[in-house]
């Protein structure tokens, strides 16, 4: 970590100041911080003056109409895509030039929108490359079974069985990837990113194709995922039910642009938050 | 037991196909590429043991050792130079480059120890007489067996079983979601040509072991066929690699023997090009059509 810039000696332009993070999160360092943040390809802006500030524990919502520009911030977070302007700040480190792997490492993890398991392998191999860089024995270790590959694979074992405890899906764990239920696939791919162990989680249309009674499951442990491991989680997501009962912040975005932030009441009543979902009400 | 001794050498000839097929199948799994200079590793790996032993007079097992190392290496500074700037060019770019790595091995080859062939003496000499003496069996050829066997499980157990192996298979079904998980992909590959060249080394003497003979060409016929037996076995898949080597060395065996010498490559081909009319993707490879 020694190339990686203090929260104290970046000559960074100033956050704007509508940044709005929980009171309990306040005088903590926030786990992230988009500042002017900006993507072109070619001649297209897809993401302009991104400004998003959220705290240790918060769950926030990014919520936008279809090509809005919400994944491709994610993709940005992470790392896929390298920002043309603008900083983004991890638990205060400055993520400039580094790769998606250093940004997982830095605390970042994420699920996708279409469901990307390594279905070829076992439910349990997925949690445990998730886990891939707190797993640590030689090459050599692991063809000769030394006895650090015994020790480093049962916690890691036991760690992931723990992982998958929290969905309940440790009776699964045996099973091929591939050959589970959709929602089961979607639990997993949040379990897998859990095993990064992450201070900011993002979630990538978590609930999308779950009925009323698994996303309100779903809700519920999201929900538990922040109380038990202190993280931060960042969602996208369309359910509006699953966004305003969660979320506490919210970030609206539309062509590229924050149009509105705020609690899920001030979202709900924003009238430009309106006309973006609706179109414009006509003139009586 | 003439027929028994034909079978015998083609399963050793297969065996040395096979190890050399785990190094094509393993980097094409994973970075999706043909790495045509991965034969003449095998044939630099086989310089590097003849020179270890006859000018250094190193014992034979630190000479593999040595051939081993050097091609571990050879292997990942190709991939680094050659390779790794074009991970995101198209994939006909990187063939045409894996050919003129392969053209530049055999050239080097060809400065440094010259055009005519070199003899190569055995690693280990005799054979055991079976059947009163009706049937001898090389030790050479006892050794490749025995080889591609430990190789195979050891290989098997890696993939399945470490933490390495399991990057190297999530690798190859999403390079881009374990990056995400925090999965070095480069540092993957690079481990994967690592591992595919130590292989070729060995191979590479266990070859010249039973051709007594070396030059900078040696490596190219057996790493086309080697080649073939990757993907007739279904390329990307660690036992097609050893069934395909295996059996594309008892065709060619039982070809010599009984159909014709000169015929024997063609006949060879021609089961490929039969086999993936039938079977596209190879013995034991799975064909997933594209969801639409």
């Not at chain 1, 700040?89 to 970042?108: A, E, P, R």
Request: net charge positive.
């Amino acid at each position: 970590m020694a190339r990686l810039k203090s929260k104290n000696d970046s000559p960074l332009v100033p956050m704007p100041s509508d940044a709005y993070i929980p009171q309990r999160d306040l005088g903590k360092t926030p786990v992230l911080e988009a500042r002017h943040l900006g993507i072109d390809f070619g001649g297209l802006t897809a993401v302009d003056d991104f400004n998003l500030t959220i705290g240790r524990t918060e769950i926030a919502g990014l919520i936008g109409p279809n090509g809005a520009g919400k994944t491709t911030v994610f993709n940005l977070l992470t790392k896929v895509y390298q920002p043309t302007r603008g900083t983004i700040m991890v638990d205060g480190y400055d993520t400039k030039g580094m790769s998606t792997v250093q940004v997982n490492k830095l605390g970042v993890a994420r699920t996708f929108q279409n469901i990307r398991l390594f279905n070829n392998l076992s439910v349990e191999d997925n949690v445990k490359l998730g886990m891939h860089n707190q797993i640590k024995y030689g090459m050599v270790g692991g063809i000769l079974r030394l006895p650090s590959y015994w020790k480093q694979e049962r916690i890691a074992h036991e760690r992931a069985l723990e992982l998958l405890s929290i969905f309940d899906m440790q009776d699964m764990a045996g099973a091929k990837a591939g050959s589970l239920p959709y929602g089961a696939q979607r639990r997993l791919e949040i379990v897998r990113a859990l095993g990064t162990n992450p201070s900011l989680l993002l979630l990538d249309e978590p609930a999308a194709g779950m009925n009323p009674s698994e996303t309100a499951e779903l809700m519920e442990n999201i929900i538990k995922i922040r109380d038990t491991f202190q993280i931060a989680i960042m969602l996208i997501e369309h359910d509006m039910n699953l966004v305003m009962g969660i979320c506490e912040g919210i970030c609206v975005l539309n062509f590229g642009k924050v149009i509105a932030k705020g609690t899920p009441d001030e979202i709900q009543s924003n009238p430009v938050v309106i006309e973006a979902y609706l179109g414009k009400q006509k003139e009586a | 037991m003439e027929f028994l001794s034909y079978l015998i050498s083609g399963i050793s000839l297969g065996s040395v196909y096979a190890i050399i097929a785990l190094g094509y199948t393993m980097v094409y799994g994973i970075a999706k590429m043909l790495n045509f200079a991965h034969g003449d590793v095998i044939m630099v790996g086989g310089y590097i043991s003849l020179l270890s032993m006859s000018s250094l007079g190193l014992p034979w097992p630190l000479a593999v050792i040595l051939a081993m190392l050097v091609c571990t290496v050879l292997g990942v500074v190709i991939e680094g130079l050659a390779y790794k700037p074009l991970r995101s060019a198209p994939s006909l770019a990187v063939l045409i480059t894996a050919i003129g790595v392969s053209y530049f091995l055999q050239n080097a080859a060809l400065l440094l120890w010259g055009a005519s062939p070199k003899a190569y003496t055995p690693i280990i000499a005799g054979s055991v007489k079976l059947f009163e003496g009706q049937l001898s069996i090389s030790y050479v050829s006892i050794l490749t067996v025995f080889m591609c066997i430990v190789i195979m499980i050891a290989l098997t157990l890696f993939t399945g079983k470490t933490r390495m192996g399991k990057a190297m298979r999530a690798c190859s079904e999403d390079k881009a979601a374990a990056q995400l998980m925090g999965i070095n992909v480069n540092r993957t590959i690079s481990m994967t040509f690592a591992i595919g060249s130590a292989l070729a080394a060995i191979a590479g003497v266990l070859l010249c072991s039973s051709y007594t003979s070396l030059m900078p060409t040696t490596g190219s016929m057996p790493g086309i066929k080697a080649f073939t037996a990757a993907v007739f076995g279904g390329i990307g898949s660690i036992p097609g690699a050893l069934l395909g080597g295996v059996l594309l060395g008892i065709i060619e065996s039982l070809a010599k023997a009984y159909i014709s010498t000169q015929l024997a490559n063609s006949i060879v081909f021609a089961v490929l090009i039969i086999t993936l009319l039938v079977r596209p993707a190879g013995l034991l490879g799975k064909y997933v059509p594209e969801k639409v």
